[in-house]
């Protein structure tokens, strides 16, 4: 089965960039994407298609995905951004999640 | 407005059996791919299964294969999933989700989500 690794937290200071990465065998050579979760509620993509931004989505969010590893960079980061990111693909007739990782803005 | 509604979700013995439905609206129901995600109490996303525009084509995931079967009645706009020998593991809020397209590939992602519906599988 296909496995993506993300780093289980990453802490971050406001206005500060934040990277939070996700590596699965050959992942540049799928399309990834990032699904943010804040407390209680539905995920919300804000990263398709490896660097592709839903409307709606602050321009300080981007990501990009090359070799094994997918990158969700938040630039600016701000409070409201605290939440959990997952990333995901699709191998082998299944979809794959990342197991999450926690962001905090302190 | 896309919007997506799940209910069905309960308090169910192991072994027991339980649907879920999600309701459909602000899109052309029939033309987009969609899936059933879960995420367990304090855990990270589970893909359960997804399902064609049309209805005819179904995948699974390893965990649920056999005992659950998803379906669409793409007259009401509605999705279901219909969940039988129940395990405690299968414990979760059920998402339904979106794919902005219908296609069963490497670009495979979900741009709407439902609110969830809670399933508790306890004696």
């Known amino acids: 089965s296909y496995d993506l690794t993300q780093p289980p937290s990453v802490s971050v200071s406001p206005g500060q960039t934040a990277s939070i990465t996700c590596f699965g065998d050959k992942l540049g050579d799928k399309f990834a994407c990032w699904y943010q979760q804040k407390s209680g509620q539905s995920p919300v993509l804000v990263i398709s298609q490896d660097s592709e931004r839903p409307s709606g989505i602050p321009e300080r969010f981007s990501g990009s995905n090359s070799g094994n590893t997918a990158t969700l960079t938040i630039r600016g980061t701000q409070a409201m951004d605290e939440a959990d990111y997952f990333c995901q693909a699709w191998d082998s007739n299944t979809v794959v999640f990342g197991g999450g990782t926690k962001l905090t803005v302190l | 407005e896309v919007q997506l509604l799940e209910s069905g979700g309960g308090l169910v013995q192991p072994g027991g059996s339980l649907r879920l439905s999600c309701a459909a609206s602000?899109?052309?129901?029939?033309?987009?791919?969609m899936s059933w995600v879960r995420q367990a109490p304090g855990k990270g996303l589970e893909w359960v299964s997804a399902i064609s525009g049309s209805g005819v084509g179904t995948y699974y995931s390893d965990s649920v294969k056999g005992r659950f079967t998803m379906s669409r009645d793409n007259s009401k706009r509605t999705l279901y999933l219909q969940m039988n020998s129940l395990r405690a593991e299968d414990t979760a809020v059920y998402y339904c989700?979106?794919?902005?397209?219908?296609?069963?590939?490497?670009?495979?992602?979900?741009?709407?989500w439902g609110l969830g519906t809670l399933v508790t599988v306890s004696s």
């Open positions: 989700a979106k794919v902005p397209g219908d296609f069963w590939s490497t670009s495979y992602y979900f741009d709407y």
């Open positions: 602000g899109f052309t129901f029939s033309t987009f791919a």
